[in-house]
């Protein structure tokens, strides 16, 4: 059983355990009376982007409009900084901050999210919050599968029938899929970019390898300018640069199939989506429909807006990560490097490496590519029906195309 608590304005609800699935990373719909529909409504299965899309934002994405085969339906994207940032934020507290104005507003009664668990602040816990002032207490990025929509049935408990979501792509995916039956006047749904997620216990050996003191580690992040950033809790900030970072003697399944093989980084069923991949060491917004637009207007004059940048060539890093990926059977991409010549390419990616909209397609790149090769590998028989065509479109240009059976 998990902890059981709460406060004024703050549920952290009591959730049933997970049923066993395959291939499942947590959503939260399997510990609810849904569990039956994660067939239908899990990523991982048997996804319908094109139908979810046009539910959604009244259509599917244009492959010939701007970036859209890339990242999904759009209205609008931006650089963007919450100014000035909120302190605890995982960068300058958009996400939270957007939710919060919702509750200030009266738009919604309660916001679901992951909070920090009270034992284990990496371990995510789901969260209702109803007082905007305790969305402070949900900032920052947490490591590991993350039960989401578990409180979606204590929230309906509860009478909230206004609420916004904040979640990753494969909980907004099942979100979506359910949305029609749960009986809601409104709902909001503010996602995150998503990728190379594990659980908290891989996430705890991770910090272990990077550091002496992995209890004080109170932030980390992989940041678009190819550095680690880690923060302690005594002040002190460290930045390592990925190609140094000690991965080689990490367990080859470190990061599970599910995140290795997820098709939608951007998370193209959110109504905004807010990240940092193309924003050049700011935020992105990618708002998507009508609502998204709706919730980022509430905080106009709080967050500075620019058009994104973009500098640099993808082609050959995404070439390089196929090959390597390819290579590495399955397990981690390392490249084999002498230690000298690291140094050198560590300080030469942030200059040379694709930066801002061309490092975000490049990353979105790397993971239609790693999808195709670890599902080729480990499940096969999953690509017919679990790989979009907006996927494989991604990944033609790899020279990587659906085999026999796998369209
Ligand atoms: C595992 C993981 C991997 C990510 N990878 C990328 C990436 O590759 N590229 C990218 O652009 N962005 C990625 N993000 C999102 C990024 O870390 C920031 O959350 C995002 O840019 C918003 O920053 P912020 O300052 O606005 O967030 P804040 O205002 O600090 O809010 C963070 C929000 O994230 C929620 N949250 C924290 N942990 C989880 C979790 N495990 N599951 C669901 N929700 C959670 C919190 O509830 C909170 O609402 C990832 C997030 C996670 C959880
Ligand atoms: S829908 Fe969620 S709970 Fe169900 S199998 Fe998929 S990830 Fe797991
Ligand atoms: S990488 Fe994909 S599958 Fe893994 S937690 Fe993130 S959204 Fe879910």
């Known amino acids: 059983m998990l902890d059981h608590s709460h406060d004024a304005g703050f549920v952290v609800p009591s959730v049933a355990p997970a049923a066993e699935r395959n291939m499942c990373t947590d959503c939260g719909l399997s510990r609810t009376a849904r569990a039956g529909s994660c067939g239908v409504a899990c990523q991982f299965i048997q996804p319908d982007y094109p139908a979810a899309e046009t539910r959604i934002h009244g259509r ?13 339906p759009y209205r609008a994207m931006y650089r963007a900084a919450l100014t000035p940032p909120a302190p605890g934020a995982q960068w300058t507290g958009i996400t939270t901050r957007l939710a919060q104005k919702l509750l200030e507003d009266g738009a919604v009664d309660a916001v679901l999210c992951m909070g920090p668990d009270a034992q284990d602040r990496w371990r995510p816990r789901p969260v209702i919050v109803t007082d905007p002032a305790r969305m402070a207490d949900v900032r920052g990025m947490r490591m590991g599968y993350a039960p989401l929509l578990a409180a979606l049935e204590p929230a ?4 909230h029938k206004r609420i916004a979501v904040i979640g990753i792509p494969c909980q907004v995916y099942a979100l ?18 998503c990728s190379d997620n594990t659980t908290t216990e891989n996430f705890h050996g991770f910090l272990s390898r990077l550091t002496d003191a ?9 940041r678009a300018d190819y550095h680690v950033e880690m923060r302690f809790d005594d002040g002190t900030v460290r930045e390592v640069p990925f190609l140094k970072l000690p991965l080689s003697d990490l367990p080859r399944d470190f990061f599970p199939l599910t995140c290795r ?27 998507r429909n009508a609502r998204g637009a709706e919730i980022l207007d509430r905080i106009k004059d709080e967050v500075t807006l620019s058009d994104p940048g973009s500098a640099g060539k993808r082609a050959g890093s ?11 059977a399955g397990g981690l991409p390392l490249r084999k490097m002498p230690d000298w010549a690291r140094g050198i390419v560590a300080w030469l990616m942030p200059k040379i490496g694709p930066r801002g909209l061309e ?3 490049a990353r979105v790149e790397m993971k239609a590519v790693e999808t195709i090769l670890h599902l080729r590998r480990e499940k096969p028989k999953r690509m017919r029906t679990m790989v979009p065509d907006h996927v494989w479109k991604l990944a033609e240009p790899y020279d990587l195309t659906p085999q026999d059976g796998e369209r």
């Open 176 to 193: 979506r899929a359910i949305e029609a039956e749960l009986g809601l006047e409104r709902l909001y749904v503010i996602g995150t970019p």
């Open 261 to 287: 093989t997820c098709v939608d980084y951007t998370n193209a069923l959110a109504d905004i989506t807010v990240g940092y991949m193309a924003g050049t060491g700011a935020q992105w917004l990618i708002v």
């Open 214 to 222: 992995p209890d004080t580690v109170s932030y980390l992040e992989f």
């Open 359 to 361: 490092f975000a397609r």
């Open 60 to 72: 599917a994405r244009d492959i010939t409009r701007g970036d859209e085969r890339f990242f999904g």
């Open 156 to 159: 309906q408990a509860a009478g």
């Open 318 to 328: 995404v070439k390089g990560f196929a090959a390597n990926t390819a290579r590495a």
